[in-house]
């Protein structure tokens, strides 16, 4: 069973830089051929791709977002990140790190973490 667990601060500065950490366990980030994706959720809004990272290593990130974004992982901890940098209250969110094909389906989920931009 393949499980995923979002960590990082729950409340942020604007103009600060988000950075979260998606730590998966039952299963390692560099097998084939899934997608660790980084998706969020903002108050009353739909579900927002933001990016991913493959099994290879290659990113692809959502072009609203690629100014602002990165992601990256560490094979030998299990784990991807999210960077998300300048911002705004507008990037208050539920953050969801998820495994699957690029663009969905996903089958696996993390609770999810909620993040709140503001002085």
């Known amino acids: 069973q393949v499980q995923l667990q979002e960590s990082g601060p729950g409340l942020v500065n604007p103009s600060q830089t988000l950075s979260l950490t998606c730590t998966v366990s039952?299963?390692?980030?560099?097998?084939?051929?899934?997608?660790w994706n980084w998706i969020r959720q903002s108050p009353g809004k739909g579900l927002e791709w933001m990016g991913a990272?493959?099994?290879?290593?290659?990113?692809h990130i959502s072009p609203s977002l690629k100014r602002r974004t990165s992601i990256r992982r560490d094979t030998s901890k299990n784990q991807y990140t999210l960077q998300l940098t300048s911002v705004t209250p507008e990037d208050t969110a539920v953050y969801y790190c998820?495994?699957?094909?690029?663009?969905?389906?996903?089958?696996?989920w993390g609770q999810g973490t909620q993040v709140t931009v503001s002085s």
């Open positions: 998820s495994r699957g094909n690029l663009y969905g389906p996903y089958d696996y």
């Open positions: 039952g299963g390692s980030i560099e097998t084939n051929y899934y997608y």
């Open positions: 990272i493959a099994y290879s290593g290659t990113t």
